[in-house]
């Protein structure tokens, strides 16, 4: 049964350049999370998407951060035209239809800009 | 939302119990006390969680005081395995977005 697979699980990227970021979830889940944590900080929040909808996406910064879940595939975080402050860890979790706050996740993405 | 507050860091002895304490003292009727833990370069992962009434499952104990207003994880043999970042937070159940804060850093000694 196997968990909530990331990748790549590190990602170096020079300013300016594309960073794209997966995650598979676990079987069966529909829902998708993604977080991200910067150094010596817990995780916050960024989005929230169920197979081809994004249902909340508060926690994303305005510019240059998207995300998608196609109904084929993985779901997508990427975020153009990378900056220093965007060098962090980039967790994406699962869940159950009817357990949004039950979260699995992965092992996560360590972005670093240089 | 809710706060949470938690001591920054915990020691104990591997073998002994642990007692992590949260305070909520601005807790709502509908938030549920949800507790994980995040072991050095992985994800976090789910603990327990639980509203009113005490919970027990394979990982740990959950102790709610009648008044809701804080909680005790309780871990009953921390082993080695168990030195992580340990997290309290609120939520209702159909709440998604969830809040990790500092949490408490556990350290275990042999």
């Known amino acids: 049964n196997a968990g909530v697979m990331q990748n790549p699980r590190h990602l170096v990227r020079r300013r300016g350049q594309e960073a794209r970021l997966r995650c598979s979830p676990m079987?069966?889940?529909?829902?998708v999370y993604w977080y991200r944590q910067l150094p010596e900080e817990g995780l916050k929040f960024m989005v929230y998407l169920q197979k081809e909808n994004i249902i909340d996406e508060s926690g994303m910064p305005k510019e240059r951060f998207s995300a998608e879940f196609p109904k084929e595939g993985p779901s997508i975080l990427r975020i153009q035209q990378v900056v220093r402050g965007d060098s962090a860890a980039y967790f994406c979790a699962s869940s159950p239809r009817d357990v949004p706050h039950e979260q699995y996740f992965g092992p996560g993405t360590r972005l670093t800009v240089t | 939302d809710a706060k949470t507050t938690q001591p920054n860091s915990m020691e104990s002895n591997e073998e002994e119990p642990v007692h992590l304490p949260c305070n909520h003292s601005t807790i709502s009727g509908t938030d549920y006390i949800h507790w994980y833990r995040q072991l050095p370069s992985q994800g976090p992962e789910y603990v327990i969680h639980?509203?009113?009434s005490n919970v027990n499952n394979r990982m740990a104990s959950l102790a709610i005081a009648e008044d809701r207003k804080s909680s005790t994880l309780i871990l009953h043999r921390a082993t080695l395995r168990d030195a992580a970042v340990y997290y309290c937070i609120l939520e209702s159940l159909a709440g998604y977005a969830l809040n990790f804060g500092k949490g408490t850093s556990l350290l275990v000694t042999p």
């Open positions: 639980g509203l009113t």
């Open positions: 079987k069966g889940h529909s829902h």
